[in-house]
């Protein structure tokens, strides 16, 4: 990680808008009805970008459910964790599909690339975080939205920056200065082979 940049240095070369390429996968909205949620996916353990790759289909592949973008990815070293540096990445999709039974979807997406939870913070294959649907705030004991540590990772921020700079404050990006974070791969990481 020696040759990372710090997040706020590399956010100012960041292009806030990317036309990502999503072969084969739905990118038209969902007529009435549909929410855009942002979600945040992670893996460290495995084929990291496999598995990431494989998660944004599986969330094209819901129902009433559509990929619209997908960021950069990125890595990073796991906070208050050992292992494996992090690849991250946000992916923005509209979805008729209601907070919960989106959360269970992105569970069952986790389970199926192999997740464990042996501990807290524990390495992991794949994980899918509900960062933000629509503008609702979320307090149940299953699901908290906004996601109630998003605005303490610079590899949430970032990602989430390229794709909603409205959402993401000067002063959250300025309190995550200091996390060191490396760009890994530009937009096109989904579709390269
Ligand atoms: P981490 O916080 O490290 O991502 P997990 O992925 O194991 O941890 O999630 C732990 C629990 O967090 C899940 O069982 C889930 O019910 C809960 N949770 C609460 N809010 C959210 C959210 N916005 N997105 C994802 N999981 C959430
Ligand atoms: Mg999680």
Redesign the pocket.
């Known amino acids: 990680m020696a040759e990372a940049p710090k997040a706020a240095a590399h956010l100012q070369r960041l292009n806030n808008r990317y036309s990502v390429p999503l072969g084969g996968m739905k990118t038209s909205a969902p007529t009435t009805g549909a929410t855009h949620a942002w979600i945040g996916l992670g893996a460290n353990l495995g084929e990291r970008t496999a598995a990431l790759r494989q998660a944004v289909q599986a969330l094209a592949a819901l129902p009433g459910t559509c990929v619209l973008r997908t960021s950069s990815l990125y890595r990073s070293a796991p906070v208050d964790a050992g292992g494996p540096d992090y690849l991250n990445a946000v992916a923005e999709i509209a979805t008729t599909l209601d907070a919960h039974a989106l ?1 269970a979807a ?2 069952a997406i ?1 389970q199926a690339a192999g997740r464990e ?1 042996p501990y ?2 524990a390495p ?1 294959t794949l ?5 933000l649907y629509g503008n609702q705030c ?1 307090a149940t004991s ?8 998003m605005h303490e990772r610079a590899f949430v921020l970032l990602p989430l920056a390229e794709l909603a700079p409205e959402q993401v404050s000067p002063e959250a990006l300025q309190a995550v200065s200091g996390q060191t974070i490396a760009l890994h791969d530009g937009p096109a990481w989904l579709s390269a082979t």
Do not use: A, G, S, W
């Open positions: 959360l992105l569970q986790e939870r807290r913070n992991r994980d899918l975080d509900l960062l979320i299953q699901l908290t939205v906004p996601h109630p540590r």
